[in-house]
């Protein structure tokens, strides 16, 4: 019983990765390990440990967007902005494209062009900030660009991935001007229509009665002319002014002394 218990038991693999044969053939047989790739995948990690190690230490160190100032066909001229560095930092700063491993370890194709572009650092707008100008002698001939670019502080490093898509001449992006607005001054008055000229109709001319001759006037109404009033009409006895009445819308006076010889 003793014996069949210790030919159940399973083999124990070997560090090299191969098969432990026991003294009976109807053991199990361990894992088999290739040795290659679990050492590239320790190199890898201990890699990217590595890089976080570093990033930690210069994790104040931010890089900024870039902005492409060319178009396709043209000397490439973009910018980039580092912020947060301290004075030392600025003094011992070091810029420039990655080397040909950090790209293979990031999955980037280093092209000829990476070659190419200079990285010139100067003051920024503010006493943190440095600016990084990117630039090539010869015109970019390829569309899209992508690139690594490492900055070294001394006390760290940071790595940072950019992507360009250069746009052709006809729709790269202008710098903006300020508009100017033009004030159009429309007229308030509507055009007129054209009026044909009206001739004025002849005016009447104003015919004045014919004179009368002073000869057919009668001449006894040039003997009445205006009196005072009670003037021409006589007074009865008692010296009262007459009555009036009114019949046919005339007036007549009525005394009592006509009245008396009528």
């Known amino acids: 019983m003793a014996e069949s218990r210790h030919a159940r038991r399973p083999a124990h693999s070997s560090s090299s990765g191969r098969r432990m044969r026991g003294s009976n053939p109807g053991g199990y ?15 890898q990690g201990a890699a990217v440990a590595a890089l976080l190690c570093n990033a930690g230490v210069a994790s104040a160190l931010g890089f900024g967007a870039i ?47 990476a070659d190419r572009i200079r990285i010139v650092a100067s003051p920024g707008n503010e006493s943190s900030q440095v600016l990084l100008r990117l630039t090539t002698d ?3 001939r390829e569309p899209f660009l992508r690139f690594l670019i490492e900055a070294d502080t001394g006390s760290g490093r940071a790595l940072r991935e950019y992507t360009v898509l250069l746009d052709p001449p006809g729709r790269a992006p202008a710098t903006p001007r300020p508009r100017t607005r033009r004030r159009r001054w429309h007229s308030r008055l509507r055009p007129r229509a054209s009026v044909l000229p009206v001739t004025p109709a002849p005016r009447k001319r104003h015919r004045q009665p ?14 009445y002319r ?8 006589p007074r009865d006895y008692d010296g009262r002014a007459p009555r009036w009445t009114r019949c046919r819308s005339r007036f007549i006076a009525i005394t009592r002394r006509h009245s008396a010889t009528t």
């Open 29 to 43: 047989a361990g894992a088999v390990v290739d040795s290659k790739s679990y050492l590239r995948r320790r190199l």
């Open 67 to 113: 902005r492409v100032h060319s178009a396709l066909n043209e000397p490439l001229d973009a910018t980039i902005n580092l912020v947060a560095l301290t004075p030392a930092e600025k003094t011992a700063l070091q810029v420039d494209m990655a080397s040909v491993d950090m790209f293979r370890r990031f999955g980037i194709e280093r092209t000829a062009l």
């Open 138 to 140: 010869a015109p970019v």
């Open 210 to 223: 014919p004179a009368v001759e002073m000869s057919r006037v009668p001449i006894v109404m040039a003997r």
């Open 226 to 233: 205006p009196v005072k009033r009670f003037r021409a009409l």
